[in-house]
Structures are given as structure tokens and as C-alpha cells.
């Protein structure tokens, strides 16, 4: 499969399947943006967007301390 991605936005996909046998798609988008210093002005896309993150995040050793971000 072949995802057309215009935006730029980090992405990714993986297959899943439900309890009925039926499988399904899951796509994931991540955009960063840069908020304006000043109510009302733009929002704008982040020049350096941040990456995908494929696996949980702890805040020491695996198996031994908090899932920081999962």
C-alpha cells in the first residue's frame, strides 16, 4: 500500500483486525505547529516537525520505571 502524503506530516500505518475477522486500516498523521506569541494571529506549520514516536517511552529503564508517553 502506498500512501500519498501532500502535507508532509510525519505518517505511518499498520493493519489491524476486529473481532469479526474483518481487517482494518489504521492510519496516523502527526502534525507540529507553531502558535502565534499574540492572540489572533496564525497558526502556522512547524518548519521542523516532530517524529513519530513507534514505541512507549519510559521515564528510566524499560520494565522498571513509568510509561512517560505511550
Do not use: C
Not at 517524529?51 to 512507549?56: R, S
Amino acid at each position: 500500500m502506498r500512501i500519498l502524503n501532500q502535507m508532509g506530516y510525519p505518517h505511518q500505518f499498520t493493519m489491524g483486525m476486529d473481532k469479526a475477522g474483518h481487517e482494518w486500516i489504521v492510519v496516523v498523521a502527526k502534525g507540529t505547529f507553531d502558535f502565534p506569541a499574540e492572540p489572533g494571529g496564525l497558526v502556522r506549520k512547524s518548519a521542523e516537525q516532530v517524529p513519530l514516536v513507534m514505541a512507549d517511552t519510559q521515564t528510566g529503564v524499560a520494565g522498571y520505571s513509568a510509561t512517560l508517553w505511550e
